[in-house]
């Protein structure tokens, strides 16, 4: 999904109203504070981030990705899988922020009831556009990678590409790049392969 800051840095607020914090300086205190005005926002180190509704192909590719996955941690009971919106609390200074997709083993799964998950997803999709690249191959990859998320996915609607990332000694390496007929594996899910062209949009 595309997102970007909300404000540069020095700006006063995101919704062309004095008294909101400037980049680098909100917390979630000010997060519980903005209107519910239908965007999903987001919060890494201080600096507020939006997005507007998603694409159709957005959407598509998101429920795809999602379908594989819960087939594939429903057969072996391994957890859950949540798609956006929902919070996920990864650090004190990274919150929230609303991954496309992500999956959380059954040791962590939270109870019903349940708003937020305060701890670390074991993988989390991404599907990037254009205008998102920075923010999920740069801001989200080093977030994630800082803070332990075991394996990242990043989907590029425009190339149809599938990369997926895994956690080695504190940082991300390439696990596999997936396009056409390549099947899409994962180190946290054993077993699952996922032909990358049916993730996409067809035509």
Same mark, same amino acid.
């Given at each position: 999904m595309s997102m970007q800051p909300v404000v540069q840095p020095g700006a006063l607020s995101p919704i062309?109203?004095?008294?909101?914090?400037?980049?680098?300086?909100?917390?979630? /205190?000010?997060?519980l504070s903005l209107p519910d005005d239908g965007k999903r926002?987001?919060?890494?180190?201080?600096?507020?981030?939006? /997005?507007? /509704?998603?694409?159709?192909?957005?959407q598509y590719t998101v429920g795809e990705v999602s379908f594989a996955l819960r087939l594939s941690v429903k057969q072996h009971q391994a957890g859950v899988i949540l798609e956006a919106p929902f919070e996920v609390h990864l650090a004190e200074n990274i919150?929230?922020?609303?991954?496309d997709v992500l999956f959380i083993r059954a040791e962590q799964q939270p109870s019903a009831g349940t708003q937020v998950f305060a701890g670390v997803p074991d993988l989390i999709v991404e599907v990037i556009s254009p205008s998102s690249i920075r923010l999920d191959r740069t801001?989200?990859?080093d977030t994630y990678e800082q803070a332990g998320v075991p394996e990242y996915w990043i989907i590029d609607l425009k190339a149809h590409l599938v990369e997926v990332y895994t956690l080695a000694r504190g940082?991300? /390496?390439?696990?596999g790049q997936y396009t056409g007929d390549e099947l899409s594996t994962s180190q946290v899910l054993s077993g699952l392969q996922i032909k990358a062209s049916t993730l996409f949009l067809p035509g």
């Open positions: 062309g109203q004095p008294g909101w914090p400037q980049q680098g300086q909100w917390t979630y /205190a000010d997060y926002y987001e919060i890494i180190k201080g600096v507020l981030y939006s /997005a507007n /509704a998603p694409s159709y192909e957005h919150k929230p922020v609303q991954p801001v989200k990859f940082e991300y /390496a390439l696990f």
